[in-house]
């Protein structure tokens, strides 16, 4: 059986507030996220949070900073037995398909992430989505150093 049949990808709102931390304290505890931030992200309008449903179960989500002309991925997860299968590269596509298209045809949008230098599954996953390395940042990320990596619409 295919596992990514009747999958569906929505944006999330405040209702998905339980699914989402539910999700992230079952799968990614060591990265903590307090409810307050769950609430900003899914109701403010500067964050864009997109959810991968298989049936109704949330299998992963991503959520973006946007503003004018770029975003960052502030968080961008992928439940465990989906990994490897295409969810954050489709969760990724959903909104990049969207940005910035100007009037003219040219392309002027950029996406942000951070990523933990010693985590080589990430950056090869960005690096395969088209992100590039465009610097180092000291002890960012819990302490650790990280590479800050854009992609450019």
Known sequence: MDLLQNINIKKLDINDFEKIKMFHVEHFANYKISDNSFRTYLT???????????VKHLIGYVIFLVSQNEADIVYIATHPRYRKMGVATKLLNEKCSTWNILENGDVNFKIFIEVEVENLSAIAFYKSQNFQIISIRKKY??????????KEL
């Open 44 to 54: 403010k309008t500067q964050y864009e949070t997109f959810g991968m449903f298989h």
């Open 141 to 150: 990320l819990n302490g650790q150093d990280s590479y800050l990596m854009v």
